[in-house]
């Protein structure tokens, strides 16, 4: 699934559309007290966020408010926001709520991934 999103917004990048990639727990450690003060300013101004992993955080209060900051605001400024996760529909919206989710899947385009890890399969990434 990294793969496979990393690969749907190459075009945009090598067109020259700004982007960031992040997994969800290197987000977090950016946005901590005593991390890079210009981190959420960073996150919710680039053109086009991958994030990756969603739903695989422990949810905490810090961490549900600090994600819906961020969706929330590209949401408003309407910014394309591409996420990864191994959950269903269903229990990403338990995961997230319902606040949460609607922002975050409000308009998209969901694609249910199948097969083996390309990581543990011969020729796959490592």
């Given amino acids: 699934k990294t793969w496979a999103a990393c690969a749907a917004v190459r075009p945009l990048v090598e ?8 997994p969800l727990v290197e987000l ?14 960073r996150l919710t101004s680039i053109d086009l966020l991958l994030l990756d992993d969603v ?9 549900q408010e600090r994600l819906y900051a961020l969706i ?17 529909p269903t229990d990403l919206a338990d995961v997230l709520g319902p606040r949460l ?3 975050l ?5 969901a694609v249910r991934m199948t097969g083996p890890d390309r990581r543990r399969t011969p020729g796959g990434d490592q």
């Fill in 105 to 109: 899947a409000g308009g998209a385009v």
């Fill in 101 to 103: 989710y609607s922002r």
């Fill in 55 to 63: 739903g695989t955080e422990r949810p905490t209060e810090w961490t």
């Fill in 72 to 88: 929330n605001r590209r949401w408003l400024d309407d910014r394309p926001t591409v996420a990864t996760t191994n959950l269903n």
């Fill in 28 to 41: 977090f450690d950016e946005l901590r007290p005593g991390g890079d003060p210009d981190a959420l300013g």
């Fill in 15 to 22: 067109a020259g559309t700004p982007a960031l990639f992040r």
